[in-house]
Nanobody
Framework: QVQLVESGGGLVQTGGSLRISCTASGFPLDYYDIGWFRQAPGKGREGVSFFSRSSINTYYAESVKGRLTASRDRAKNTIYLQMNSLKPEDTGVYYC????????????????????????WGQGTQVTVSS
């Protein structure tokens, strides 16, 4: 069964840190592009971090650049989103997602970021940053 299971969200104060994990079962993450999305209350789904299946091409949204870092542990078939210096505007439900389709990157060399391109999704985990 193909599945992405997330863990690690929670409540943190402004300036704090959290790490979200996303573990895959039923398929190897090695061969998939990875995306992290978030959805704030009343807003659409926003892509915050992406890296291609080669792990060479990465992208971070301007709003999180320098504060959020995505990584992959191949042995554990798990991806992580380390979030530092959190702000109230980072509050939302965070989703991991993967895609296998071609091409892996756009003409700019950056990972593709449209939510509709991603095939498998985690269940989402709530991150709340208090002011």
């Amino acid at each position: 069964q193909v599945q992405l299971v997330e863990s690690g969200g929670g409540l943190v104060q402004t300036g704090g840190s959290l790490r979200i994990s996303c573990t895959a079962s039923g398929f190897p993450l090695d061969y998939y592009d990875i995306g992290w999305f978030r959805q704030a209350p009343g807003k659409g789904r926003e892509g915050v971090s992406f890296f291609s299946r080669s792990s060479i091409n990465t992208y971070y949204a301007e709003s999180v650049k320098g504060r959020l870092t995505a990584s992959r542990d191949r042995a554990k078939n798990t991806i992580y989103l380390q979030m530092n210096s959190l702000k109230p505007e980072d509050t939302g439900v965070y989703y991991c997602a993967t895609r296998r389709g071609e091409p892996s990157t756009g003409v700019s060399g950056l990972p593709l970021r449209g939510p509709g391109l991603y095939e498998y999704w985690g269940q989402g985990t709530q991150v709340t940053v208090s002011s």
